[in-house]
Nanobody, 121 residues
Framework: QVQLVESGGGLVQAGGSLRLSCAASGRTFRRYAMAWFRQAPGKERELVAAISWTGSYSYYADSVKGRFTISRDNAKNTGYLQMDSLKPEDTAVYYC??????????????WGQGTQVTVSS
């Protein structure tokens, strides 16, 4: 019902920044919570950040708190993850996810294809 496409990944040096975008199509992005997950090779997928559809609630993993900022522009049906002060351990495939919810649910129905983020030391 909802298609999500991530972009903005790439190679960056440690301490640098990237901004990931998640463009939604199909059903309206409004009223969907949005989240960013990441998965490094050989590791479990982990929740990085999430934001409610209103933007009133947000969640950040401890490992990225203070460095990453999640946001959304519902008029553009686009979510963002601003990543600053990147560390090599941030290297992973980053996935955008969405779920119909008023809050920031733990589980998500719709997923993007992922975008690679590589941080060099």
């Amino acid at each position: 019902q909802v298609q999500l496409v991530e972009s903005g990944g790439g190679l960056v040096q440690a301490g640098g920044s990237l901004r990931l975008s998640c463009a939604a199509s199909g059903r309206t992005f409004r009223r969907y919570a949005m989240a960013w997950f990441r998965q490094a090779p050989g590791k479990e997928r982990e929740l990085v950040a999430a934001i409610s559809w209103t933007g009133s609630y947000s969640y950040y993993a401890d490992s990225v708190k203070g460095r990453f900022t999640i946001s959304r522009d519902n008029a553009k049906n686009t979510g963002y993850l601003q990543m600053d002060s990147l560390k090599p351990e941030d290297t992973a495939v980053y996935y955008c996810a969405a779920e119909y919810s008023n809050y920031v649910p733990p589980d998500y129905t719709y997923w993007g294809q992922g975008t690679q983020v590589t941080v060099s030391s």
